[in-house]
């Protein structure tokens, strides 16, 4: 019987790495850990608690009080915070906006590595964000590191965001997009960074479809050495 995989996506903004980690979850039937929804419930518990996201104690007194769960299949996850389902609310701009400020904060990474750790420890599990393969879980048994220019981040942004009643504009969205990633990449603790050992594939000019079998084959690969050692 083959042992559970650890599969860690990291990557920048909009590098398509929610879509494929859960396309991934359901493929090889593992347990599916958006950790950019846990930041953006922490941003929303924020919020309702009228802290302010420069009050870097505050927040992380928050992080640490807030209950948070992810329930359901990779394709219908539920994120629930302090027993409210917020799947819907997380995904506003104005959170993700937040959820990006508050992650720099040492104090509230280290709250939800630690529960991310808990969530994936003794079983599979597919896991999606920026320090994955390098902080949480550094002996991942895979590793990827989803990436794209800027521009057709920004650009796959926004056909997420036409949908709603105020689409930002894509000066907007790349702007946003550009400053994500200067936080991302610069923050003291666990910054954005490829892991030496992560299989690095640049989406630019791939489809979803593309970018999909090249990470199975990888993970089939790593499974058929698992069956002959």
Not at 29 to 55: C, K, P, Q
Not at 123 to 133: F, H, T
Not at 149 to 172: K, N
Request: charged residues 35%; glycine residues 8%.
């Amino acid at each position: 019987m083959l042992r559970p995989l650890i599969i860690a996506i990291d990557g920048p903004s909009g590098a398509g790495k929610s879509t494929l980690g859960r396309r991934l979850a359901r493929e090889l039937g593992l347990l599916y850990i958006d950790t950019g929804a846990m930041y953006r419930a922490v941003a929303l518990a924020v919020a309702a608690a009228g802290v302010e996201v420069s009050d870097a104690a505050a927040v992380a007194a928050v992080a640490r009080g807030a209950s948070i769960r992810l329930e359901g299949d990779p394709d219908a996850l539920r994120i629930t915070l302090d027993g409210r389902d917020v799947s819907e609310e997380i995904r506003g701009e104005g959170v993700g906006h937040a959820a990006s400020v508050i992650s720099v904060i040492p104090d509230v990474r280290r709250e939800l590595v630690r529960r991310q750790r808990e969530m994936g420890e003794g079983r599979g599990v597919v896991l999606d964000g920026r320090d994955i393969g390098t902080v949480v879980f550094p002996a991942a048994d895979v590793k990827f590191f989803l990436t794209a220019v800027p521009e057709e981040r920004a650009r796959r942004r926004l056909d997420e965001e036409r949908t709603r009643e105020r689409a930002p504009s894509f000066a907007e969205t790349l702007a946003d997009i550009n400053e994500r990633d200067r936080r991302d990449s610069t923050r003291d603790d666990s910054p954005l960074r490829i892991a030496d050992d992560a299989v690095v594939i640049d989406t630019t000019e791939l489809s979803i479809d593309e970018v999909f079998r090249r990470m199975l084959q990888v993970v089939r690969e790593r499974q058929t050495r698992e069956r002959t050692q």
